[in-house]
């Protein structure tokens, strides 16, 4: 027995992930009213050059209004003639009365679907936009809010030097301001269309062509392809997608992070849990998984293989063939959803962030001071102890310190007459505290948030 329309999906793009308001952007009918607006600018400038009647372009308007030219009416033509754009154009004579014969003149298929797919990346750029100015908000917010809060840096997981939660969300933050600032200068890249005929020449408008495409794109808010050929370069689709694997990149490098934050024996940072209702794990009820931030991870996978179909795209036999056309109907929108969905989740993360400043503190002086080994090696080469001599003289004092002992090196280097010649007990203390040696990098985090809110903030 068949099941219900919901039943039936397939991808889980349709019932699982996607927005509902990105995913209204790529749905069969926002794109064939799209279509219609092209042919309905086209008709228009046509009879502003007196190439067709008046009369006939103001038909051919009325029926590219939205619900006169049907949905079902386009597919059982193009079951017919197994030509989309075709299908189109017959569906829209239907309803032009008089006008009919005048629909599509001197355009060819392209013209209707790039210049289209020009209007729905204008689109999606304004959506893009506005989620990247949200997560890069969030992320400055709490940069704010935690810019004095100390805890340990890693490199190669292990300790390296303290410094603060707000500098390293500033590292964040600045990264997706870049894609932010990437995308507003691409924009126009994308928004571009093509009313140039066969083969891109204008042949087919005569010696109006350079005019019909210039007030057909015009109408439509939409810049020309310079020099099409058939198509609309595929350069531009490449560009964009590549961008799009840019910043699920750095989504993947911000959720990997707070997934290692989160593991058990660190515990500094969270995703946010509902604990009235969420559940970790069907049999280990203790379990608070950072399930956003991976499945942030697993779709940034996803979205840097769509990356390359758009890169082979790029070539094209002679002025054109048909190779591209199949899998841009497919990534095209499963990049844009699967993108806004991980924005979206990571905003979520980001914004209810979960801190725990006392187990930093505990994991910051977990190594028994061997942080503060960057501190001591420079103040003993400032006292006149060659560089590499300090830097042997620290690595020994630094073997096999105590785990939990937050003065173990403190003590030690007291111990030593080679360090306790060249300072007091209280130098050594100052050198040895992480709190002071953050105000650093507290201080940059301030000066980082103000200029990036500062960019942030220009006019798109």
């Not at 372009?57 to 989309?84: S, Y």
């Not at 360090?419 to 105000?439: I, Q």
Request: charged residues 25%; glycine residues 6%.
């Amino acid at each position: 027995m068949k099941g219900s329309v919901e039943e039936d999906l397939v991808c889980p793009l349709e019932f699982r992930y996607g927005p509902s308001k990105v995913r209204a952007l790529f749905t069969r009918r926002a794109r064939l009213e799209r279509w219609l607006k092209v042919e309905a600018a086209l008709a228009q400038a046509l009879a502003w050059e007196k190439v067709i009647p008046a009369s006939a372009a103001k038909a051919i308007a009325q029926a590219c209004l939205p619900d006169v030219v049907r949905l079902e009416r386009v597919d059982e033509l193009e079951r017919q003639t197994r030509h989309d754009v075709m299908a189109l154009t017959r569906a829209l004579a239907e309803q032009s009365g008089e006008g009919g014969r005048w629909v599509h003149f001197g355009a060819t298929s392209n013209d209707i679907l790039d210049t289209a797919m020009g209007l729905e990346l204008q689109e999606v750029s304004r959506v893009l936009d506005a989620y990247l100015s949200e997560l890069c908000e969030a992320l400055l917010r709490q940069a704010e809010s935690h810019q004095g809060t100390a805890m340990v840096a890693r490199t190669h997981g292990q300790h390296a030097v303290p410094f603060t939660l707000g500098y390293k969300l500033c590292s964040f933050a600045a990264e997706f301001l870049r894609h932010l600032e990437r995308l507003r200068e691409m924009s126009h890249r994308l928004a571009v269309g093509k009313m140039s005929g066969a083969v891109g020449t204008g042949a087919s408008f005569g010696d109006i062509a350079e005019a019909v495409e210039s007030r057909t794109l015009g109408i439509l808010g939409l810049s020309p392809e310079p020099a099409a050929t058939q198509i609309v370069a595929r350069d531009r689709l490449a560009e964009f997608t590549n961008w799009m694997a840019l910043v699920a990149s750095t989504s993947d490098r911000l959720a990997t992070e707070v997934r290692n934050l989160q593991r058990t024996e660190l515990g500094e940072l969270g995703e946010p849990f509902d604990e009235t209702s969420q559940v970790g794990s069907s049999t280990m009820a203790q379990k608070r998984n950072p399930s956003n931030s991976e499945n942030i991870s697993s779709l940034a996978r996803l979205v840097r293989a769509l990356a390359g179909p758009p890169l082979e795209n790029m070539v094209q036999w002679h002025e054109r063939d048909l190779a591209n056309s199949a899998n841009e109907r497919i990534v095209i929108p499963h990049d844009v959803l699967l993108l806004s969905e991980m924005l979206e989740r990571l905003t979520t993360i980001v914004k209810g962030l979960r801190v725990d400043p006392a187990r930093m503190h505990e994991n910051l002086e977990s190594s028994g001071g061997a942080v503060m080994a960057e501190s001591l090696l420079l103040a003993l080469t400032e006292r006149g102890v060659a560089r590499a001599e300090s830097h042997e003289l620290v690595r020994q004092l630094t073997r096999a310190l105590p785990h939990g002992d937050s003065r173990a090196l403190l003590e030690r280097a007291r111990g030593s007459a080679e360090v306790s010649g060249k300072f007091s007990k209280e130098e050594l203390e100052r050198l040895l505290d992480p709190e002071a040696y953050v105000r650093a990098s507290q201080r940059k985090a301030a000066r980082t948030i103000v200029a990036l809110r500062r960019e942030l903030a220009r006019p798109a």
